[in-house]
């Protein structure tokens, strides 16, 4: 079996090694050059992916990368020499030569200025690929987005551009992604993964490709019934994570611990499940699905008032955030107006290096914005790269960890609670810390030290 994935990010890379490990040839396509070219050269761009693991496959001639979608057609010979004097393909890419039997597609679905849906990426690469494609062949989507979106648009592309009809000459399928990035013990083959045919022959297809390398695969009714449920687990941690980040105030005004509630909740052994509160939402996709189901939700004259409810309540955190480190200071009779806070973690999660949509960002422009002289420390985020978002921060590095350098900040917010860092070192050395993740419950500190937020 040969298969083409498209969008070598945080999704497609795991999916293009899984599957290279269960002996499926596996050429990943991406339009940026340096992920191609570092692919090729057996490096890896994201943490928890090693790079030996991305050598040992292209060396055995499992794995390879290209920015060059003809090979989805099956390159004829002699089409070899541009992309190869670019110098963007190992040269067993170059005599690729065997026929495509699947692509999926793993590319971003963000959201425009205004939070509508853009589904440029999709739909741009759902046009390259109709240009090479042949009949007989499946094309899922993996990439979250409205429910619709493949049989609608998707299809409408492939089969514009390629003059194909979907489920007669070539099969189409939607399958969601099921990441939990930070988690080592998440591996993509042992997550059970959804699968939607456009057709009952286009959902068989699709299973026989993913039981290649997926242990357990649920078919459900249909492309759409598979987009909405994805949407459904995502929505379902936003709604649950704004219900705790609102106890968590109101809790805190009656005196009561939301930790120890939530601890104390957790031992039903049935209908209940922890969610824990936070600075805000971050990450690619809890901040940015709900707003794909709202936008869907407008086009047929549904209101989505509980999403769009979590959603206020998630995106207030920061700022409820700030008024506890004011506070915090207040405290210690400082003001946050020419303090010095560092902010300690700018992954939107624990254990990651992706600050994609993280809340460490609305804390830092926060606290800057009200006087405060603002650092960060991530031992995952040494620098900041450019981001279209938060293109001021870009080029700040992350301040060392040593005493001399934490212990001059007036406050420590803690954002992100990673592993790496040394959590009795930060109350050996900070006068003031704020938490809000709760990583300080248990180690020892002085009366007034810490505030949880
Ligand atoms: N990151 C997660 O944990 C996660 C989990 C589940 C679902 N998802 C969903 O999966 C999709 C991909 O997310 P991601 O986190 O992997 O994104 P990513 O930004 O890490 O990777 C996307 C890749 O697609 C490439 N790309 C963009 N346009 C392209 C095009 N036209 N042709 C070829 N390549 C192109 C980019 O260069 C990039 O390498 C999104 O819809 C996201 O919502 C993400």
Known sequence: MNLAIIGLGYVGLPLC????????????LDIDAEKVSALNAGRSYIRHIPAGEVKKLVRAGKFSASADFSLIGGRRRGDESQTKKKNLEPPHVGSYRGKIDAILICVPTPLQKNRTPDLSFVLNTGKAIARHLQRGQLVVLESTTYPGTTENEL??????????????????AFSPEREDPGNPRSRVAE???LVGGYTPACLAAAIRVYSRAIRILIPVANCRTAEA??????????VNIALVNELKGVYAALD????????????????????YPGPGLGGHCIPIDPFYLAWKAKQVGQETRFVELAGEINRAMPVKVVARVVRALAAQKKKLRGARVLVLGLAYKANVEDDRES????????LAARGAQVAYHDPHVPVIKPTREHPHWAGTKSVPWNRPTISRFDAVLIATAHSAVNYRQLAAWSPLIVDTR?????IKTAPGQVWKA
């Open 229 to 238: 449920a994805k949407l459904l687990e995502n929505v379902f941690r936003g």
């Open 191 to 193: 997550i059970p993964k």
């Open 17 to 28: 090694l899984q599957f290279a490990r269960s002996g499926v040839q596996v050429l990943g």
């Open 155 to 172: 299809r409408a592309v492939l089969e514009n551009g390629s003059g194909l009809t979907a489920g007669v000459d070539f099969h189409l």
């Open 256 to 275: 009561i611990d939301i930790w120890d509630v939530i601890a104390a909740a957790r031992t039903k052994p049935f209908g209940f499940m922890p969610f």
């Open 438 to 442: 709760n990583v300080l419950a248990g």
């Open 359 to 366: 809340p460490s960002y609305a804390l830092l422009d926060l």
